[in-house]
């Protein structure tokens, strides 16, 4: 499974790709404008960071106004992804985009029939948000799965992005779904690692090493 981390903050790019197993960046409109920096020269620095996938979205909803902020964001570094809405004008603009060559990741989906629809269109990536289905007490995980099921049955090569994950639960439960990639929070990134037993037992065996005067 790939990880993406969900953000448009540099410092919080920065300090997870120390770990070494960061495969890309997504951002979205609410995201970027959290960090009040111009949107170019913000996705440029982004890429510089990140060699892999960073996915800047376009505001536009009609076709050709996304055809426009694409070809525009797709100067900005070889890796971006342009992020489009799955609505039917994305579905064109997604036709168009990967006809002249750029990748897509197409955002906001929430059912299956939509991944299937976009799938066939040849986007790269489907972003399935999980999150928002918690927030309104429905099971989103089952869309994974069946997207997943889909795409197996007809071979199709876009990959399952999972996207609006809370907790590190709900990556795990994407990875069993079969999802390609992870997005998350920097703070889900962090907690992917964290056990308190693994804390409390590494203690342990510092303080039995210590004790007694081993290694000496
Ligand atoms: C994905 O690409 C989106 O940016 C993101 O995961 C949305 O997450 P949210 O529902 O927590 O805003």
Redesign the pocket.
């Known amino acids: 499974m790939k990880f ?1 981390l ?1 953000t448009a903050n540099l410092d919080q790019i920065k300090a997870a790709r120390e770990l070494g197993v960061l495969d890309g960046i ?3 409109p ?2 970027v404008a959290q960090e009040g920096r111009e949107f170019t020269s913000l996705i440029s620095e982004i890429c510089k960071l990140v060699p892999g996938p960073v ?1 800047a ?1 376009v505001t536009a909803t009609d076709c050709e106004g996304m055809l426009r902020e694409a070809r525009e964001l797709a100067k900005i570094a070889p890796n971006v992804v342009i ?1 489009l809405p799955t609505i039917a004008e994305g579905v064109k603009a997604l036709v168009r985009c990967r006809a002249a060559g750029l990748n897509v ?1 197409m ?2 989906c929430f059912q299956a029939s939509q991944a299937l629809i976009v799938a066939k269109a040849g986007a790269n990536y489907v ?1 399935p ?4 289905f918690d ?1 309104i007490s429905m099971p989103g995980m089952e869309v994974i799965h069946d997207i997943r099921q889909i795409y197996d049955n007809y071979g199709f090569k876009t990959e399952i ?1 999972a ?4 907790h590190p639960l709900h990556v795990v439960e994407a990875a069993k779904a079969g999802a390609d990639v992870a ?3 920097y703070a889900v990134f962090e907690k992917l690692l964290k056990h308190p037993l693994t804390d409390i037992g590494l203690e342990r065996f510092l303080a039995d090493w210590k004790k007694a005067g081993a290694g000496r």
């Open positions: 993406f969900d997504t951002t979205n609410s995201l996915s979205e992020k990741n955002t906001l972003s948000f999980i999150g928002r927030d992005l996207a609006s994950l809370r997005t998350m929070p």
